[in-house]
């Protein structure tokens, strides 16, 4: 009976209900386990524990005061099942368009918005006086990569007799990388220099575009009388090229290590632009945006008489 009676009052020891109360509040929750609870005193235990968030149990004197034990909330519902959403696969790079390359007509297609042209197309037109050794060895100085057709475009350019029935593959150009490749390759050598007739020449600014390498120039806009007319000279070479055809001379190619992406050899007024160094800048700048405006790439263009009135104004 005495057994009993001493093994009661261990059960019912208010210290041992404690720390048994304290482990069941703090083993769930402490990155070390049960094990840093019951090293510590059990009086610090308690006044790490119970300042946080106590459990929804209730003491003896809860019941007799509440009348009860209360209950836990209930826990949410879980949220529902998320769905995934299905999109129809891309099939714009399968379809088929044509642009224009040093003025001849090359299949492309448009994958990652900019055209890829068929690089056997390329080959056999635009470049067909150049050898695969002189192509080859442009492409690894200006770091040009071309990547393989997928089978559906593949099926395309054969069913539109651009390839043979029997072709393996075909490679493909970006329209970026097909232009520097023809500027390195077809405008490389620039004509010769050219003299200025001062007789008409009255007025001129320094401008420059940085299309895969900054070439600067001499605008003349009095001596653009046609289509086509040449009337800005190199600084470098003192050749004369026409304000469309500016942009295709380079001297040096610069940012072989970057990624060239999105160039329009016919967005060539956004490339020409006026040197910073003019002291009437910004008069120089509205009678240049003026002149290329009045460029006409569908018919004869003139700069004289009227609009040699309007330079004189800027004088």
């Known amino acids: ?30 990155l070390q386990g049960p094990n840093s609870v019951l090293d510590e005193p059990s009086g610090a235990a308690v006044a790490v524990c119970s300042p946080k968030a106590p459990m929804p149990t209730a003491t003896s004197g809860d019941s007799e005061s509440g ?4 209950t836990p909330a209930p826990a949410p519902p879980p949220p529902p099942p998320l769905h995934p959403v299905l999109y129809v696969p891309d099939q714009s790079g399968c379809e088929l368009f044509e642009t224009e390359l040093e003025w001849e007509k090359i299949a492309c297609f448009m994958v990652g918005g900019e055209m890829r042209l068929c690089l056997p197309q390329i080959l056999n037109t635009v470049l067909r006086d150049f050898t695969l050794t002189q192509i080859n060895q442009v492409c690894d100085e200006l770091r040009i990569y071309c990547s393989r057709c997928t089978p559906e475009q593949l099926d395309m350019l054969k069913h539109c007799q651009i390839l ?41 600014f320094e401008v420059f575009h940085d299309v895969f390498g900054k070439t600067r120039g001499v605008c003349m806009p009095e001596l653009y009388t046609e289509k086509f007319s040449a009337c800005i000279q190199c ?22 290590n ?12 956004a490339y020409v632009k006026v040197s910073h160094g003019h002291p009437d800048y910004s008069q120089v700048v509205n009678l240049f945006e003026t002149f290329k405006e009045q460029i006409d790439e569908s018919a004869t263009a003139h700069f004289s008489s009227r609009k040699r009135k309007q330079v004189r104004q800027y004088l």
């Not at 009348?67 to 209360?70: E, H, P, S, V």
């Not at 990624?259 to 007024?269: A, F, L, Q, S, V």
């Open 164 to 204: 043979p029935v029997t072709a393996p593959s075909c490679g493909l150009m970006t329209k970026t990388n097909a232009e520097r490749l023809c500027f390195a390759l077809l405008h490389r050598i620039p004509p010769p220099a050219a003299p200025v007739p001062d007789d008409v020449v009255t007025f001129s």
């Open 67 to 70: 009348g009860g034990r209360k």
């Open 1 to 30: 009976m005495e057994d009993d009676h001493h093994n009661d009052q261990q059960v019912n020891n208010p210290h041992i209900n404690k720390v048994l109360k304290t482990y069941q509040m703090s083993a769930p929750r402490s």
């Open 258 to 269: 970057s990624c060239h992406w999105g160039y329009k050899r016919e967005n060539w007024k």
């Open 235 to 256: 600084v470098e070479c003192k050749a004369l090229f026409a304000p469309q055809r500016f942009v295709n001379h380079i001297h040096r190619f610069t940012g072989t």
